[in-house]
């Protein structure tokens, strides 16, 4: 069964400073990852995708995503955060035409 | 190009009652998904809709229905609710099962 698993379930950071969200995957074939936004009484916002093309993903909002199969990880990573990032962030794997969902990871950003 | 919407926006319901909540797509997409996000918790997948019929189901029971209608609209209807529905209700499209699913605001459904 596939599944993933997001480590911190809440991260603060400085405005400005780097931003670091974690994903595990578990997957017995390629699997395709997902990362999505949610702000506050908000729905879901695709931030990117990895669908077996290239490693190192690049989504909207200056976000990114490196998947790494020896690691089966798909970490989330933006160089500098910014007030307006303050959001709750999901990893998903797509699982027979639908998302597994992980628990979630809030990122504050201090002034 | 209208994104997915979902009404109402919010429902307030007691035990035991019926609920219906809709759902249009995404403009170009022919399949809908439901997913229930209960509070501090990622969403899970309810079931999905293709060609008006329920192509997957996650584990959910019965008291969970679906339906979708020729437009690629979609209904998701809960019966004899339960404290424990109480959920943000998500719905989500996509062209046929390909890789993005775009996702509604979401029916914030209470339930006392």
């Known amino acids: 069964a596939q599944s993933v698993t997001q480590l911190g379930s809440h991260v603060s950071v400085s405005e400005g400073a780097l931003v670091l969200l974690r994903c595990n995957y578990s997957?017995?074939?390629?699997?395709?990852l997902f990362w999505y936004v949610q702000y506050p009484n908000q729905g879901l916002q695709l931030l990117l995708k990895?669908?077996?093309?290239?490693?190192l993903v690049k989504g909207i909002n200056g976000f990114e995503a490196e998947f790494k199969k020896s690691e089966t990880s798909f970490h989330l990573t933006k160089p500098s955060a910014h007030m307006s990032d303050a959001a709750e962030y999901f990893c998903?794997?797509?699982?027979?035409?639908?998302?597994?969902f992980g628990k979630g990871t809030k990122l504050s950003v201090k002034p | 190009d209208a994104g997915v919407t979902q009404s109402p926006t919010h429902l307030i319901k007691t035990r035991g009652q019926q609920v219906t909540l809709r759902c249009s797509p995404k403009?170009?997409?022919?399949?809908v998904s439901w997913y229930q996000q209960a509070l501090g918790q990622g969403p899970q997948f309810i079931f999905q809709?293709?060609?008006?019929?329920?192509?997957q189901r996650g584990n959910f029971p019965d008291r969970f229905s679906g339906h979708q209608f020729p437009n690629y609209s979609s209904e998701l209807n809960v019966n004899a609710l339960l404290l424990g529905d109480s959920a943000l209700y998500l719905c989500?499209?996509?062209?046929?099962?390909?890789?993005?699913?775009?996702f509604g605001p979401g029916t914030r459904l209470t339930v006392t």
């Open positions: 809709y293709y060609e008006e019929e329920e192509r």
């Open positions: 990895y669908t077996s093309a290239a490693t």
């Open positions: 997957s017995s074939v390629p699997p395709y």
């Open positions: 403009s170009g997409h022919d399949t």
């Open positions: 998903a794997v797509r699982s027979q035409g639908n998302l597994i």
């Open positions: 989500a499209s996509s062209l046929h099962d390909l890789y993005e699913q775009y």
